[in-house]
């Protein structure tokens, strides 16, 4: 048999990652090379129409199972009995029926796109011959997700995450691992995938390249493919997408590493680190299914209008029951009726306030204060004060969760009554030792020296009273800071009738961790712009990962909240990863090399040391617009309105203040925008104050006053910072005030 494209006849056999060949695919016809590129044109379009027509078979196929999973369900099942060879019972037939509708509504949801993006051909003979391996003489078809006819037939496609298909991303010249050709496709923006969406692609020859440094090697993988660079630099509206067709090596090693360990990554402006923590999402949820899938799979970013933004690339890469949440959904559900001063709000996210609630809590264990009786039919146990005192010493000594101490000193109680009956009529049953446990005297005893307690009376009580406090903070937080933490405006009667601030819910959720472990633990968790998270932000995600791992992505230099980080070390011991290997992504492709360089000058004047950027993309336009005093809302329509005439999306970045008389400036202009929550297809304006414009990207930024955001507190120059790296083709600054230094030269 041909193979599809070239005639060459492929290896036998039917081993892992065997491609079977289209039966009575053209033979190049033509001479010439115009002539040999259009006949492989049209072969690699003959192939791409098989795997249209296999991917339509196997939608349909889907969908059959699911009306024969409701026959069966329903008793309609034809030919023999309902449930005869399918489900022993109804509970197992339902389960059947419940795990075939969730796979054919998977199969129908995954997102229209090209069939398979790459292509790898490995050599046949010589030393590149060998370092091929078992894929010696093989040729696969790359893409976002496996194409065969039935689960044990060889695939048509490889899924990118399968291990073959990592040469597609590693083999450099001076590392051809086995590669004898590189295929890349170029398909029409915007298309379905149909075959005659394919309109191009490119060969490069690894093992013929004859060695070139590694350094060469990053930047020929990255710029001299004009497919890739095409991708790259392709206008982009609306929300996020995958860049599983242009992964370069150093981001596929960190994609690539295993779900044991955790990992973080400090990534500077365009270097991709939300779409490697995405895709390595993506990655373990199909290298270890059953381990990510148990225990769950959570990503976490800073505000909505990010989770928008980033919401399409998992279903893309075919997972769609991936949760994406914000640290505040993760709190408890409590209706936020109250404000905090900047003093206190500050306090509510510093790490001593996780040790002043432990404090309060354990203030409530109380030692015995004298014997315990527990009656026993006719007969009383008597266990003296010492040896209660001992049980309870030695609980807190263990130091467990409140809620399993209280049942562990239950125990350890009832062991001391069943110690005595053993000496007195042997060993007592199990039941005997239920009835003792649930003894009025023993739940008593309980509640007096360790009572039950709910996470609102731990904080209400902390907040509403000043001898609980001093008593709680002393030597972890000065008078002041205790009084700023106190509730004098809004002290409630009960629990049940205070009002809760935002930040308050971080310790209501500490206190909730302190009582009893959570439930919605997870295996992995990626968490993104993780330098703008605060101590106990951390800690509610550390609570939600005991046992599993993370990848943590963020920049120090953009960090913007007052509690940004400013070394990894120490945030990572607060997310409960002490020791996690910070990895450095230093070389971008999306933001142009005049944007970064102008960035840069502004990273020795931030409070954290991180590596500067780097880009392997040149072109990009830096535009200083002066604007006449009063004029700046009208000049922004004016900007905004031209930038609209090109392709691509535009955002307009200022201080946050400012962001919402810009909005209205271009309403009334007669210009449609969008906040950053209102990430669309059709949003092609968005309207973004600097503070929040972190992760997300727009061809064309209109950056107005930067001095403004440059002065708003501490973090400006960061904020600043951010704003000059949003825009991967054009930036345009807007200023009646004299510029910052850094942007002036």
């Known amino acids: 048999m041909t193979s599809p494209s070239t005639g060459k006849r492929t290896a036998g056999g039917t081993g892992p990652g065997r491609i079977r060949p289209v039966d009575g695919a053209p033979e190049p016809p033509g001479e010439g090379p115009a002539g040999a590129l259009a006949a492989e044109l049209a072969g690699e379009r003959a ?36 449930g005869e060879g399918v489900a022993a019972d109804g509970a197992s037939a339902e389960a059947l029926g419940r795990y075939l509708r969730s796979h054919a509504k998977q199969v129908r949801e995954e997102a229209d796109g090209p069939p398979f993006f790459g292509r790898l051909d490995f050599c046949d003979e010589g030393p590149a011959g060998r370092e091929a ?50 295929r890349r496709f170029g398909w029409a923006p915007g298309g379905t995938g149909a075959p005659g969406d394919l309109t191009g692609m490119e060969d490069e020859r690894p093992a013929d390249a004859g060695g070139a440094s590694e350094a060469t090697d990053a930047a020929a993988s990255a710029l001299t493919s004009r497919i890739v660079a095409g991708e790259i630099e392709r206008p982009r509206v609306g929300p996020m997408r995958d860049i599983v067709a242009t992964i370069q090596p150093e981001q596929d090693d960190l994609v690539r590493s295993g779900p044991e360990d955790s990992l973080c990554v400090q990534g500077a402006p365009g270097t991709g680190k939300t779409a490697v923590g995405l895709h390595r999402a993506a990655y373990l949820l199909y290298t270890h299914p059953r381990r990510i899938e148990r225990g769950g799979l959570l990503v976490v970013g800073p505000n909505t209008g990010f989770l928008h933004y980033i919401s399409a690339v998992l279903p893309s890469l075919g997972e769609s029951g991936v949760g994406q949440c914000t640290v505040r959904d993760l709190l408890p559900d409590r209706p936020v009726t109250a404000e905090d001063g900047p003093r206190a709000v500050a306090l509510k996210h510093d790490e001593r306030m996780a040790r002043v609630l432990r404090r309060a809590l354990r203030a409530r264990v109380r030692m015995p204060d004298g014997p315990l009786a527990v009656p026993d039919g006719s007969y009383r146990w008597r266990l003296d004060e010492e040896a209660l005192r001992t049980v309870v010493a030695e609980t807190l000594a263990q130091d467990p969760p409140y809620e399993v101490g209280r049942e562990r000193v239950r125990a350890r109680t009832v062991g001391l009554i069943r110690d005595r009956a053993e000496r007195r009529a042997g060993p007592p049953g199990e039941a005997w030792l239920r009835r003792m446990g649930r003894k009025r005297e023993v739940t008593a005893f309980l509640d007096a020296v360790w009572p039950r307690v709910r996470a609102e009376e731990v904080v209400a009580g902390l907040l509403g009273d000043a001898a609980t406090m001093a008593a709680a903070a002393d030597g972890l937080l000065d008078e002041a800071e205790q009084r700023d933490l106190l509730w004098p405006a809004r002290r409630p009667r009960t629990p049940r009738t205070a009002r809760w601030s935002a930040a308050d819910l971080l310790l209501l959720d500490e206190v909730a ?53 400013r070394d990894w070390a120490e945030q990572l011991a607060h997310l409960g990863a002490p020791g996690a290997p910070v990895v450095p992504l230093t070389t971008g492709y999306r933001v142009p090399a005049v944007l970064v360089e102008t960035a840069n ?46 392709e691509g999306s535009v955002g307009v970045i200022a201080h946050g203040p400012r962001a919402a008389e810009l909005a209205g400036a271009l309403a009334q202009a007669g210009i449609p925008a969008g906040g950053p929550g209102d990430v669309r297809e059709a949003a092609r ?60 030269r």
């Open 513 to 565: 961790g302190l009582l009893a472990h959570p439930e919605d633990s997870y295996a992995h968790l990626v968490v993104d712009e993780a330098q703008d998270l605060s101590p106990m932000e951390c800690r509610v995600l550390a609570r939600r990962s005991r046992f599993g791992s993370l990848t943590v992505l963020g920049d120090l230099a953009q960090g913007t909240t007052p509690w940004a980080a």
């Open 47 to 82: 192939y791409a129409r098989v795997c249209r027509a296999t991917l339509e078979r196997t939608d349909a196929a889907a969908q059959e199972r699911v009306r024969e999973g409701a026959g069966v369900l329903t008793g309609r099942h034809s030919g023999e009995d309902a």
């Open 685 to 744: 304006v968005t309207v973004v104050g600097a503070e929040l414009a972190k992760g997300l990207e727009f061809d064309h930024v209109v950056l107005v006053e930067p001095a403004e955001v440059a002065g708003s507190g501490r973090h400006g120059l960061q904020r600043l910072y951010v704003a000059l790296t949003r825009a991967v083709s054009r930036l345009e600054i807007l200023h009646e005030r004299e510029l910052p230094e850094a942007v002036r």
């Open 601 to 646: 000058r502004l990273l020795d004047s931030l409070p954290v040391r991180v590596p500067a950027a780097r880009s392997l993309r040149p072109g990009g336009e830096l535009t200083r617009v002066p604007v006449a005093p009063g004029g700046t809302a009208r000049a922004v329509a004016e900007r905004v309105r031209a930038a609209l005439e090109r």
């Open 133 to 182: 391996g078992e894929h010696r003489g093989q040729r696969y078809y790359i893409g976002r997700r496996r194409i065969s006819e039935h689960p044990a037939a060889p695939p048509l496609v490889l899924d990118w995450r399968a291990p073959a298909s990592r040469a597609f991303y590693q083999a450099t010249a001076r590392r051809p691992l086995g590669v004898g050709l590189r």
